[in-house]
């Protein structure tokens, strides 16, 4: 017990220093998550869409219609997990899921989000003065080649680009750079980082910057020296 050390006793009190990650360490701690933690991916998206959801909530309280735009990678799946939760925070969410992956858990997760009563579109509307906000699921710390953006994302990114409703990000806004962000790009009004806030993350220059993603391991924050803010009681997300 003398050798034990709290994830308390691991993570900062002090919010002007926080660990921000390059992306090749983003992608090795999600490989240690899941190789040596024995995480399942529904689990980290799970958790992660949780999270998405209650910074939302948090951010925009009046409830009304989310837009929430994904991917076809992990940051999709996440999206679909927060729009779930959204509707159970009785928001009015709408997904819009132009590539729909068919592996696991892809399906299992659209299937759950229509079972909510959910509208799942594969465009994007011409109107976006309805919602409340647009939640950017689109691309995540993976994400390589701002200039390559392929059909149908190099039409839904400049969209949202040049959105007048709020925008919320996961993780990195999307086709920013995942360490030098992109001044040109999405200009988010709420970031939710997830794990820890990614290099990018310090050109953000919005209203709120969540934390969210409370799953990390203390032997695994030591390994990676994260440097991270302490979460309030049992909430989910905490603003850095």
Known sequence: RSNYRSFSQLVTRNMSYVTYLGQEDAQNIDIQLFDEYKFSIDQL????????????????????????????????????????????????????????????????????????????????????????????????????????????????????????????????????????????GIQPDILISLTAPKLCAKQFRGRLHWLGGRFVPPSLAEKYSLNLPEYPGSDQVVLI
């Open 45 to 184: 998206m799970e958790l992660a869409g949780l999270a998405v959801a209650t910074a939302v909530e948090r951010s925009y309280p009046s409830r009304g219609e989310v837009l929430v735009v994904c991917g076809p990678g992990n940051n999709g799946g996440d999206g679909l997990v927060a729009a779930r939760h959204l509707a159970l925070f009785n928001y009015r969410p709408t997904v819009v899921y132009p590539k729909q992956p068919s592996k696991h858990p892809f399906p299992s997760l659209l299937h759950q989000v229509k079972a909510m009563g959910v509208s799942v579109s594969p465009t994007l509307p011409s109107d976006l003065s309805p919602y409340v906000c647009i939640v950017d699921a689109v691309f995540g710390f993976s994400f390589k080649g701002a200039n390559n953006i392929r059909a149908p994302f190099d039409t839904i990114i400049p969209a949202l680009v040049n959105a007048t409703v709020p925008v919320a990000s996961v993780d990195v806004p999307s086709g920013w750079e995942v360490e030098t962000g992109s001044p040109d």
